[in-house]
């Protein structure tokens, strides 16, 4: 079965801090990945998708940004911190409708909080 | 544009009744719908899917209802059990295109005892 790896569970940085979060996926190949953010009295806003290796598409402008340098890694970055960055964030992955898997896997999630 | 809505953020209902959670979804390309529970500080794990296919589908205490022509479904669990306090979310996909999974702000259900 799919297995997404994220880490750090909570991590606490200093507002202009950069940032890396990294999810890695096993069991499977080629998934679709996603970083979602959950911020507080939220639901689950998507950040970024991606299709394969290199490929990223932004939902929403902000100061955060994607890499997938490889098929089954997930990076979320940031090269300054802003204090509205805080919230849950979870990477995801799938398979995609057309594979006949629907169900998405996702993380444990990484609680930022930046002060 | 919030593509997928869930407009109860909040739902009480007593242990033993049936709980109902609403979604609606404004993207006629979507044909592909589930429902996902989360916990506090965790991952959400995947409940009941359906296709645009059906219009119900069942999974034991566990229903999803779906009105394509109202773009809505509808999840019933029953008999609602304690456990089952935690957020639900409606996720929508569309088989075709980029298939991203794309999903509602959820609603908090508490099962009162």
């Known amino acids: 079965s799919q297995t997404i790896h994220q880490w750090p569970a909570t991590l606490v940085q200093p507002v202009g801090s950069p940032l890396s979060l990294e999810c890695t996926v096993e069991?499977?190949?080629?998934?679709?990945l996603y970083w979602y953010r959950q911020a507080a009295g939220r639901g689950l806003q998507l950040l970024f998708y991606?299709?394969?290796?290199?490929?990223i598409s932004s939902e929403v402008p902000q100061n955060l940004s994607a890499s997938r340098p490889q098929d089954r890694q997930f990076i979320l970055s940031s090269k300054k911190l802003l204090l509205s960055d805080s919230g849950f964030y979870l990477c995801?992955?799938?398979?995609?409708?057309?594979?006949?898997?629907?169900?998405?896997?996702f993380g444990q999630g990484t609680r930022l909080t930046v002060v | 544009d919030q593509q997928v809505k869930q407009n109860s953020p909040s739902l009480s209902v007593q242990e033993g009744r049936i709980s109902i959670l609403n979604c609606d979804y404004t993207?006629?390309?979507?044909?592909?719908f589930l429902w996902y529970k989360k916990y506090p500080a965790e991952g959400p794990t995947f409940l009941i899917s359906?296709?645009?296919?059906?219009d119900k589908n069942e999974d034991g205490r566990f229903t999803v209802f779906l009105n394509k022509s109202a773009k809505h479904l509808s999840l019933h669990i029953v008999p609602s059990q304690p456990g089952d306090s935690a957020v639900y979310f409606c996720?929508?996909?569309?088989?075709?295109?980029?298939?991203?999974?794309?999903f509602g702000q959820g609603t908090r259900l508490t099962i009162n005892p």
């Open positions: 359906i296709s645009s296919i059906k």
């Open positions: 069991g499977t190949s080629n998934p679709n």
């Open positions: 991606s299709v394969g290796i290199g490929q």
């Open positions: 996720a929508a996909s569309g088989s075709q295109g980029a298939q991203k999974l794309v």
């Open positions: 995801a992955g799938d398979k995609g409708v057309s594979s006949g898997n629907t169900e998405a896997f």
């Open positions: 993207n006629s390309m979507f044909d592909y």
